[in-house]
């Protein structure tokens, strides 16, 4: 075989290679750059669609399911009244009826700032706060209901930091985000003079500094990763504790919860909320009015009329992320639709879009992967037999979720109108607190689904220790039923190997294999496994990527999901080559197997992305780049170095003492 192309003479076997040949660049070497050898003519080519920040194999699927589901959509107002599939037509409707929201202006949200204006205390404050948070304003906390740590049989009430418009607490302090600072207050301004609200400049620059206040007791990106740091179990007493005499008890009542919901909590930046519980004083009470007022406005405005609805986009849309335009009203349209009743246009994409040998072949797949990590487990040279073992029953625990769940929400008390925008909003956010709030007391359900089937993505819960993957993710370039094994196993198979990497990542290997947080490692283990994790870091911390001006990758912030990369196409390989049977994989398309698995790899992560965004994802996003999603992960993998023949002196070499290798 040559260096350039391998067995290019020999035949094939008239299968498909999966493979995008088309998208290659035969002037960049594979050698010195695998993203953009297989993907440079993709790249040279192809045009970021006005409306998006980036594009590329992700986004080209979510748009196929945009379609997808808008014909659902348009299908079902012929519905019967009624209906979750009628309910989901006219929430769409309801969106689409520009002229009725251009009419209405800010009148759905007018008796809203009438009673923030009208705050007299910092105790009116959290009452009137606690009422809109119910109805899906965001507050200076968050809560979400999902296992507890301490006990994974029983669901716990979390409560987090929250309260920034910015995209994370590093923009209020860093010098680098001075001009946005001085952009925000300005769109600040913009947005509540649109609102018909007084004074919007001098409003403006008070909601800065109490948010810049609170910034600055918010936890960094990496500290908030910490699965041991952000688990701290409170009594209510314990958590109302340093809010002094304020009325904590108001707040809680209009929030709705049932009685005892509040009883525990796991708090997790207890600082911060001592922090913010200091900023709630009279002197203050100016400032937090604003928020609250800029809170209304900013959150609403994509239910308002087309004027601020654009107007708050110009700011987090084209500022923010460098996107030249607003995306078409029907696909936001289709996005409103799927945030009310998501499982019920799931139903139907499900029955229209996924094939049920899909279902099969992926839980063939999924089992193949499992039994590699076993396998790879079983011989690891540099983990204990204790630690082995506990490693092992946490594997033999996992539960794999495919497609879509076996039993559907139920969203026949949700109330839905073609002629209320603002009210579906608010009636939805009412009804899914109340869903939440209904799983506290009772035993964890275990068939239920985070995401739903028409999301193009995957996941791995913790508390539950199980990986998900939804339909839409399930079709080609990640996964193809006419398509030979290698370009099946280094996409899908390396998105389930990275999913499955989660429960053993730095922090997924926190928890056991019942998602109980506890420590299950020798201590000498986990050294050596944190010396190859800190390698890992160090490596991606050199990083930075194309349009970002030098800024470098967070290794620390990124190394979950660089474990998850990296042990995932590592045991989707061994998967790979245990499919083979000890037999030779046929060469198609020129491509050795080996080939045709590592630039299905390099295919999965085709992106381009704007230099804002770039720089965004940058602070706010744990996954790395896709260039070096694809890139570093091969420089670590010997089974790369011997299937394009690498070389010291070629740009993806890393001498093999230096390459890092965990499962």
Known sequence: MTREDTAASQGTTGLVSGIDRSGFDEAVRPQDDLFRHANGAWLATTEIPASLPSYGTFMKLHEE???????????GASAPEGTETRKAADAYAA??????????????????LAQALAVSSIDELLLVLGRHERQGLAGFTSRFVYPDADDPERYALYVEQDGLGLPDESYYREEQYAELREQYVAHIGRMLELADVTSPAERAERVMLLETAIAAHHWDTVTTRDANKTHNPRAWAEFAAPFGGIDLEGWRAALGAPAGAYDRLIV?????????????????LDEWRDWLLWQIVAQSASLLSPELSAANFDFYGKTLQGTPEQKERWKRGVAHAQSIVPHAIGKVYVERHFAPEGKARMLELVGNLLEAYRASISTLDWMTPATRGRALDKLEKFVTKIGYPDRWRDYGDLEVSPLDLFGNARRSSVFEADYEYGKLGGPVRRDEWLMPPQMVNAYYSPGENEIVFPAAILQPPFFDLTADDAANYGAIGAVIGHEIGHGFDDQGSKRDGDGRLVDWWTDEDRAAFEARTGSLIEQYSELSPEGADGATVNGEFTIGENIGDLGGLGIAWKAYQASLDGGEAPVIDGLTGAQRFFYAWGQAWRTKTRPEFAKLLLQVDPHSPAEFRCNQIVRNMDAFAEAFDLREGDALWLDPEQRVSIW
Do not use: F
């Open 65 to 75: 399911a945009e379609v997808a589901v808008r014909t659902i959509l348009e299908e």
């Open 95 to 112: 969106y689409m009826d520009k002229e009725r929201l251009t009419t209405l202006g800010i009148a759905p949200i007018a008796p809203d």
């Open 268 to 284: 997790r930046e207890p600082s911060y909320i001592e922090g913010v519980a200091g900023l709630l004083v009279d002197d203050r």
